[in-house]
């Protein structure tokens, strides 16, 4: 059996899912994260077989003695401060997507066994897409481009890996989600941030489970030096507007989704930073596509249970509710301006200019 796995940012979506998979496979897993309330009532749920190393990863000195110690054959790097979030504290999220990502891989390369480095992008390095321009899916080949604070963190961290002495791997998720309602909080925030979003936007959609199976999998695939991109079978090839109202409608809330905005054809600026992917290499190599887009509707609506029927009911006054809390309520009618709607509520999104 292979030597131990180290999961950074291991109570986050995908790190818990990971370290749930890798557990499954009998690998040796290590969790790394923050010590927090949160995390160590999540600590509760891990598998018995995973052990939990409390670590701040922007401190240097710490990251080094969790290395030391458990002297990981394979470091899966998922921490990171995603969106919203990452709008609201510029200054923190560069010491955690770029400065500690940099320390990690430089502490990485000193050991005396270099460990494979298999680490978290995003299609998010693509920029803004607007699927009036476009044509076809993004593959791996594609330059990067840059869009907005996170797009930017995501394309200069991922170049610090790749310019790496180590064995990397660097997988660009799609648009992750879960059928358990519980793993992604359902927020004033989620909500304000998702209605920013164009409707005709394209996305690619991937259950985490599947991106749990894709980072184990990378843990010992012959991938070393790869970009793979990480999403759903084409069934999961959707547009903006569809999915939050088909999940929501799945469990129970059909209607209670707002309808938001279409985006500017004339516009290359203002898109969201997803699109279709191509995943033909990913799947050959990590064979992860296992639950596709009516999958999950379907596990969702089976989840909801008895709760479906109530839901339904609740529908009406949801909607009226959320209505008011989208980013567009009582704005001039146009087309979706996401960077202006997200600098409203969270701050600048701009790209930083310290690269």
């Not at 899912?17 to 927090?36: F, H, N, P, Q, Y």
């Not at 510029?90 to 460990?115: F, H, K, W, Y």
């Not at 209605?195 to 991106?211: A, K, N």
């Not at 507007?241 to 209607?255: D, F, H, I, K, T």
């Amino acid at each position: 059996m292979p030597g131990t796995v180290l999961v950074t940012g291991g109570f986050g979506l995908v790190g818990s899912a990971t370290a749930a998979r890798l557990a499954e496979l009998g690998r040796t897993v290590v969790v790394a994260d923050l010590d927090s309330p949160a995390n160590r009532k999540a600590e509760m749920g891990l598998p018995a077989a995973v052990n939990v190393q409390w670590v701040d990863l922007t401190d240097a000195e710490q990251t080094a003695r969790v290395i030391a110690e458990v002297a990981p054959e394979v470091i899966i790097h998922l921490a990171a401060v995603i969106p919203p979030g990452i709008y609201r504290n510029r200054e923190l999220a560069r010491r955690v997507n770029v400065d500690a990502t940099r320390a990690l891989v430089g502490i990485a390369e000193s050991q005396p066994r270099l460990p494979r480095f298999v680490h978290a992008s995003s299609n998010a390095v693509y920029g803004a897409r607007n699927p009036h321009r476009v044509t076809g899916a993004v593959t791996a080949d594609m330059p990067m481009q840059v869009s907005d604070l996170y797009s930017a963190h995501k394309a200069e961290a991922e170049s610090i890996v790749r310019a790496s002495s180590l064995d990397w791997v660097v997988l660009r998720l799609g648009g992750v989600l879960s059928v358990d309602p519980k793993a992604i909080p359902f927020s004033a925030d989620a909500i304000y941030f998702e209605s920013c979003l164009p409707v005709d936007g394209r996305i690619h959609t991937v259950d985490v489970r599947d991106v749990a199976w894709a980072f184990a999998a990378a843990t010992t695939a012959d991938v070393v030096g790869e970009i793979l991109l990480i999403a759903g079978d084409d069934s999961h090839r959707r547009v903006q507007g569809e999915v939050g109202a088909a999940l929501a409608g799945a469990r129970g809330l059909a209607g209670g989704v707002t309808k938001g905005r279409p985006g500017d054809p004339g516009s290359d600026h203002d898109w969201f930073v997803t699109d279709w992917m191509d995943t033909t290499r990913a799947q050959e190599a990590l064979q992860f596509q296992h639950h596709t887009w009516q999958d999950m509707l379907d596990e969702a609506r089976q989840r909801a249970g008895a709760a479906r029927p109530l839901l339904r009911l609740a529908a009406p006054l949801v909607r009226a509710t959320l209505k008011r809390r989208t980013a567009y309520y009582k704005q001039p009618v146009g087309y979706a301006n996401p960077w202006d709607a997200i600098s409203r509520k969270f701050g600048d999104c701009s790209p930083d200019t310290q690269r």
